[in-house]
């Protein structure tokens, strides 16, 4: 048996940093060099990654390989950097180097015709890098470093296409609204570090019970905050949406699969220090409940087939808070696997109908099933795994879920079920709109004279082999392999096993209330019936609400951002600055100027004049020792 | 060591003086050979000299005056962990400000003498054992400046010369008060000797003397509301003189709190720390939002300087380990950090003429390396982990939470603001579609390229491995701060 050592696993996330190393220095003007360095890299640590996932499953979930080496010591300080190789740890860098590797293969079709894909590239593989990073990391100032470079590489591919203002744009508020968050998460490692002087991630779960308990609550606040951010949750959301105008490969690997479930995996490690806190579970509960209704309802209201599959992705990350907030991390952790798999596979779906119709309005597309036939059935897979239907691999994780809510709050069931009904009505409606009725091409498409045609292999095969996870993942072990795994790996934790128990009417309702979902689709989008109903929703509030994006992001750019901070706060300041500090600085500046004048009117050069002062000075300094001499003698 | 380290600057400027032919010897030919001899030389003193077992080595005492006052006047000069380290960084930032001169023509001999003899006092400041001398260093940088703003400076260069003479020399006012009690108090200007005693007791004097030396460096730092002299010596000064003022002479300030506040008015600082945190944390979150109002793109960076060295403040008013070190390890970062922003500033005012950002956009486009080059040095200035800065932000966020909670939370939302300022600029200049088209090229002559080089490497370096920038000073902290 090949024996897994710690620099195989530094290996696992060092080879795509090496990828972007040479490409940056030596192949950066050879477009073909750079992409296959960079796909070597990405397969290399897949393949490392899958000895690491044999091993773990052979060693069921237990850390066997455990290391800390110090980075820098200041006094009491000490920083250090290792690596951990748990269930957690392999399964999640398994799913995150499986779906990188497929993504680069097909970014190399989808960019083909792009000068700047080695950049394209040097980026991704740094993104890969970070990712892996934050997954191995055994310290949780280890966590954030990896957790920022991530920050920047999606600010980075987002702006991918520096030239397009909205693209700057959206890349400046992704970055600023995932840091929004990670103020928390500073604040979290601050009050961790002067808690128990130590920022070892195992060292902190071990000692969850020592916290004081307010200290505690402010700890997981400050990282749910992050988490937050990261994984776009309500109110942090906003930038999700508008982070699709990066490249799609990048929406799939960043914005669907690895980097938003980065914030669910922070809480997964950290969570014996969450279970301890009752408060932040139903914070986390009536987030993920939040969220997972708001955006779902923004997906229905969407033409933009990217944002559907964004509002889908953060609508799913509720379902994943949901889970944390019941206490089922496993759940959770399941979830965001299947997730990953389906919804990278929707994503580079989306990408490759873009490649054919140059565009990714709905109202532009239709009919596609016929002359996009592979794109077309992988993508259905991965609708129908979003969706949750049996035997996809969305009805299972969903269905423990459900299954845990159920038992523990009714309330929160119901939610959950009114989810899937939301989810199936705008994925049939997308289906509906991009694969069924007639073709109706954009402009854009017909001033270029494109035709309509199956994308080429190198993007084809990517989604076929995507699509084998997107249904056959629910079919693992779950309670023996995949809950045994992630137990054995958070040694700390109080409640390992959430009990639940398979109700057999949840399956029926859930797949009714999908059944359904799919039948008012194609009432409303493929019948088009009901026209004084959909005429009168079309005039209502909640369409301009929804339109509006429930004026989130007004309150932050236009409300907070310019009114407030620039336009109120920041033109105070600078009066302030310029009229008041500076001006008394300048005034003080001026006075002594004068009284230096009336000083210089005495330099007049005449003779009597001075002799006037010396006189005159001679005798008021006889009269003041007179003075001092009576009042001396007088005391 | 430490006599010739010093002495250097000032034999290159007179070299500077007497060579006969300027054009044959070209002043700036020489003047490089010297701050690269003078930075090998730090260097090499940093490897040799063992910082972790005496406070100063390389240690000289020269007598000047003993015997004729009270208490002995003596040319003394030593360098522990911290004054080592400032060096370090004046003599790199030195080189930079020599090479990104390369282009000026008008009098350019006059131009390096002033240069060499501003980086022999900087030198004299950090390097100087005795109150009185470190007095007359911090002094004589003042000329130097002043030549470099009012000649070669450009829009409103004398006005902006006489105000950062006048301010300084306010704060020089001030700090000659706070040094005479403490000589007095003390019975000696030896600075050794100073921080061998214990704390003061706090007397009226003292308290005294504490605020007059503290407020004369928080100008020279400069913090709120004492910073208004720096933005418009910033945006009039040329280059190299930005450079070296952002880089280096702030880090005086930093350096006096540190060397003369900390060992011997600890006691003073824990009791008025708070106020000094707040103080600090509203400097950053202050001048962080003017940065926001900005149109100019130096004063962009003058008042991110401001915001900056809050951070500083904060680390040093908690008073512990910790955030003392965070905060001089902020001043060696943000000098890297601020020098490469400026002499990005510099290439790009050199090829638009302009320096307001509104007429400038895409300039990636024109300018792909000074793109990429102001994009890194803004990222390091938001404090990217994996670049210098973020150790430096780290260990003062976490150094001083317990001495000063409030402040700190304050201090880590500037984190937020320097992002959103830094990547709203970047974004308004180098992003967006190409604007105007330029005359000159990107970078490309060999001069612009090693001033850029020399700085980003210690950023990475140092980002990526921070242990020898640390432990050089951390043997002169558990000296000089006091626990209890």
Redesign the interface.
């Given at each position: 048996m090949f024996e897994i050592n710690e620099l195989l696993i530094w290996m696992i996330q060092f080879s795509p940093f090496i990828s972007c190393i040479l490409i940056m220095c030596f192949f950066y003007k050879n477009n073909l060099i750079s992409s296959s360095i960079a796909i070597i890299g990405g397969f290399l640590s897949w393949i490392l990654s899958l000895l690491l996932l044999v091993a773990s499953i052979s060693k069921t979930g237990e850390s066997f390989i455990l290391s800390n080496h110090l980075?820098?010591?200041?006094?009491?300080?000490d920083l250090n950097f290792g690596v951990m190789s748990d269930g957690l740890t392999a399964i999640m860098i398994f799913v995150v180097t499986s779906v990188a590797l497929l993504v680069q293969i097909f970014s190399k079709g989808y960019l083909n015709d792009d000068p700047s894909i080695s950049r394209y590239y040097v980026f991704l593989s740094l993104f890969i890098f970070s990712m892996l990073g934050a997954v191995l990391a055994s310290n949780l100032?280890q966590i954030?470093?990896?957790w920022?470079?991530m920050g920047?590489c999606s600010?980075l591919l987002i702006?991918f296409w520096?030239?397009k203002?909205q693209a700057?744009?959206a890349a400046?508020k992704a970055?600023?609204i995932t840091?929004?968050g990670?103020?928390g998460f500073?604040?979290a490692?601050?009050?961790i570090?002067?808690q128990i002087g130590t920022l070892d991630i195992l060292l902190i779960n071990e000692s969850a019970s020592k916290f004081e308990s307010f200290s505690l609550l402010l700890i997981t606040i400050g990282l749910l905050c992050g988490a937050m951010g990261k994984s776009a949750q309500f109110p942090l959301h906003v930038w999700l949406p508008d982070a699709m105008e990066g490249p799609t490969p990048v929406s799939a690997l960043i914005h669907a699969a690895t980097m938003v479930a980065a914030g669910v995996f922070l809480i997964a490690r950290f969570f014996p220090l969450f279970e301890l806190v009752h408060e932040i579970q139903v914070v986390m509960l009536t987030i993920g409940l939040v969220t997972l209704l708001l955006t779902g309802l923004l997906g229905i209201a969407s033409n933009d087939i990217k944002r559907v599959l964004a509002y889908s992705t953060i609508s799913q990350l509720g379902y994943m808070f949901v889970a944390l907030g019941l206490g089922a991390y496993v759940a959770a952790i399941f979830h965001l696997i299947t997730h990953a798999f389906f919804k990278a596979l929707l994503f580079l779906g989306s990408g490759s109908i873009n490649h054919s119709t140059g565009t990714f309005d709905m109202r532009h597309m239709g009919g596609l099933r016929k002359t996009m036939p592979l794109t077309y059935i992988t993508f259905l897979i991965g609708a129908l795994s979003l969706c949750g239907i049996f035997p996809f691999a969305g009805f299972w994780s969903k269905e423990v879920i459900v299954g845990i809510a159920y038992e523990k709050n009714i309330i929160v069931f119901v939610a959950l079920l009114a989810g899937i009904f939301m989810t199936s009505l705008y994925v049939f409606r997308t289906l509906i709109l991009t694969f069924f009725g007639e073709f109706k091409p954009s402009k854009f498409f017909i001033e270029q004279k494109k035709h309509l045609h199956e994308s080429s292999n190198i993007m084809v095969i990517p989604l076929i082999i995507l699509a084998v996870p997107a249904f056959l993942v629910g079919f693992i072990d779950f309670y023996d392999g995949f809950e045994q795994m992630l137990i054995h790996a958070n040694p700390y934790l109080l409640h390992q096993h959430v009990e639940h128990h398979f109700h057999w009417f949840i399956p029926i309702i859930s797949t009714g209330l999908i059944l359904g979902g799919a039948l008012v689709a194609y009432q409303l989008f493929y019948k088009n019936s009901f026209s004084s109903a959909r005429q009168y929703i079309n005039n209502s509030f909640l369409i301009k609400i929804l339109n509006e994006r429930y004026y989130i992001d007004y309150l932050y750019e236009q409300f907070f951002v310019s009114k407030v901070?620039?336009s109120y706060?920041?033109?105070k300041?600078?009066f302030f600055?310029k009229e008041i500090?500076?001006n008394f600085?300048?005034s003080v500046?001026k006075s002594s100027m004068n009284v230096g004048q009336i000083f210089i009117k005495s330099v007049n050069g005449q003779m009597q004049f001075y002799s006037l002062i010396m006189i005159s000075g001679l005798i008021l300094s006889q009269i003041f020792l007179l003075i001092v001499s009576f009042y001396v003698a007088g005391s | 060591m430490t006599l010739l380290l010093l002495l250097l600057p000032f034999i290159a400027a007179f070299f500077i003086m007497i060579i006969p032919r300027e054009d044959k010897y070209p002043p700036k030919y020489i003047a490089l050979f010297f701050t690269i001899i003078s930075f090998c030389l730090s260097i090499f003193v940093a490897i040799t000299y063992d910082f972790q077992n005496g406070a100063y080595p390389g240690y000289q005492h020269i007598s000047w005056l003993e015997g004729v006052f009270p208490f002995s006047l003596s040319l003394s000069v030593g360098m522990d962990g911290l004054s080592m380290s400032l060096v370090l960084l004046t003599n790199l930032l030195t080189i930079t400000s020599v090479l990104i001169s390369f282009y000026i023509k008008d009098k350019q001999r006059l131009y390096f003498f002033w240069l060499m003899l501003l980086q022999g006092s900087i030198i004299g400041v950090f390097v100087s054992l005795n109150l009185i001398q470190f007095f007359i260093f911090w002094e004589l940088e003042l000329l130097p400046m002043f030549m470099l703003i009012s000649f070669w400076g450009s829009g409103n260069r004398e006005y902006s010369a006489m105000k950062f003479i006048l301010y300084t020399l306010l704060a020089s006012a001030l700090i000659l008060i706070g040094i005479i009690i403490i000589g007095y108090e003390a019975k000696s200007f030896d600075m050794i000797v100073i921080n061998n005693l214990e704390y003061f007791e706090p007397t009226t004097l003292i308290i005294f003397a504490f605020w007059a030396l503290l407020i004369g460096f928080l100008i020279k730092l400069p913090i709120f509301p004492f910073h208004t002299w720096l933005p418009d010596a910033h945006t009039d000064a040329p280059t190299a003189v930005s450079v070296m003022l952002a880089g280096v002479l702030l880090k005086m300030g930093g350096y006096g709190i540190l060397r003369i506040i900390v060992p011997n008015m600890g006691n003073l600082l824990n009791d008025y720390g708070f106020i000094l945190g707040l103080l600090g944390a509203f400097s950053i979150i202050y001048g962080a939002i003017l940065t926001l109002k900005q149109t100019d793109l130096k004063r962009v960076i003058a008042f991110s300087s401001i915001s900056h060295m809050g951070f500083v403040l904060i680390g040093i008013a908690s008073n512990s380990q910790l955030g003392i070190i965070g905060a001089s390890l902020q001043l060696i970062t943000h000098g890297l950090i601020s020098g490469l922003l400026f002499v990005g500033v510099g290439l790009v005012y050199e090829r638009t003429h302009t320096r307001e950002i509104a007429n400038m956009a895409g300039l990636t486009h024109n300018f792909p390396r000074i793109g990429v080059l102001m994009f890194f040095a803004g990222l390091a200035s938001l404090g990217l982990p994996g670049l210098v800065g973020f150790v430096a932000e780290i260990t003062i966020f976490i150094g001083s939470y317990e001495a000063l909670p409030i402040p700190t939370i304050l201090a880590i939302s500037g984190v937020l603001l320097s992002a959103g300022y830094i990547l709203w600029t970047m974004q308004r200049i180098f992003f967006g579609k190409r604007k105007n088209e330029y005359e000159s090229t990107d970078i490309s002559e060999w001069w612009e390229f090693s001033a850029v080089v020399i700085l980003i490497a210690p950023i990475v370096i140092f980002g990526v491995f921070p242990k020898p920038m640390i432990e050089i000073m951390e043997y002169s902290f558990s000296f000089l701060v006091r626990i209890g």
């Open positions: 980075w820098f010591s200041v006094f009491n300080l100032l954030f470093i990896f920022e470079l920047l600010f702006g520096f030239e203002p700057v744009i400046r970055f600023l840091r929004l990670d103020l500073i604040f490692i601050v009050l570090w002067n901070l620039i706060i920041g033109a300041l600078v600055d500090i500076d600085v300048n500046g | -």
